[in-house]
């Protein structure tokens, strides 16, 4: 009689102990479920937000009709590239139609680079004609820069003293480059509050091998994002949003267009 009461007693905590776990289990279960609603509901939100802000810039604008939006694109486009022809600073254009990234200088292409691939956030495909032409119809211009590499390398070099050591210097320095395995990357903040970023790739494969292993410029700029998406949870405050442009080209040529832009270019960009 004594075996069968510790053993219905030891049923009785393992099948309590059980039943524990599985409220743990349901309560995390439930509270991720929570935070991802309100997440859901906070960041759509804050795009509408986003949306409104822009709606209320274009206030003013002649209206658009919707049948004609193509059309109004490419002379928002033109208008945008004269204008930044007048300048006297070397300015980029974008193309996203083309898939072609320019340095141009009073309208004159100086380089040329073909888009290997782009993503754009969903806020410029659900902008109307009236908002589409306030934010792309004059050109932007750059707030701030930020990139994985030196904009702007500047070395102290000691000449060499014979042959010998300008041979053992070149040797060197070609060694050093071909060895070099930079990941470039660099965004720009635009003044209509949305960022660009441009990314060096020698194919996409090799994007979506430096992502997935979160090497890299990128990976720690969504790093934070996150990070700071989950602080606006907890207090149940709307998470900033911020619309981008992600630009993928060669990685030469990216690291070319980076150091070649002055600091507070115009920018012209076609969607």
Not at 236 to 264: G, H, M, Q, V
Request: net charge positive; glycine share 4%; charged share 25%.
């Amino acid at each position: 009689m004594k075996e069968n009461s510790e053993e219905d007693f030891d049923s009785l905590f393992v099948e309590n102990k059980r039943s524990g776990v599985k409220y743990i289990v349901i309560i995390i279960v439930l509270s991720v479920l929570t935070l991802t609603a309100i997440y859901a509901y906070l960041s759509v939100s804050s795009v509408r937000d986003r949306m409104k802000v822009a709606q209320v810039q274009a206030e003013g604008s002649p209206q658009i009709n919707s049948s004609l939006l193509t059309q109004f694109k490419e002379k928002a486009w033109l208008e945008s590239r004269i204008k930044m022809a007048n300048g006297d600073s070397i300015g980029l254009s974008i193309d996203l139609e083309q898939r072609r990234i320019q340095l141009e200088l009073k309208g004159v292409v100086i380089l040329s680079s073909k888009i290997r691939d782009c993503s754009i956030s969903g806020f410029f495909r659900k902008m109307d004609g009236n908002v589409y032409f306030a934010m792309f119809g004059t050109p932007l211009s750059i707030q701030q820069f930020k990139s994985s590499i030196a904009k702007n390398p500047f070395k102290i070099v000691e000449a060499p003293k014979d042959t010998i050591a300008a041979q053992a210097a070149a040797d060197a320095a070609a060694k050093k480059d071909s060895l070099a395995d930079e990941n470039v990357f660099w965004t720009v903040k635009l003044d209509r509050g949305f960022d660009l970023d441009i990314q060096g790739i020698d194919s996409i494969a090799e994007a979506q091998k430096k992502y997935e292993l979160g090497k890299g410029f990128e990976f720690e700029r969504n790093l934070k994002n996150i990070a700071s998406s989950f602080q606006h949870i907890l207090r149940f405050s709307k998470p900033d949003y911020t619309p981008e442009i992600l630009i993928s080209i060669p990685e030469n040529e990216a690291k070319a267009i980076l150091r070649a832009l002055p600091r507070n270019a115009l920018v012209t960009i076609r969607i």
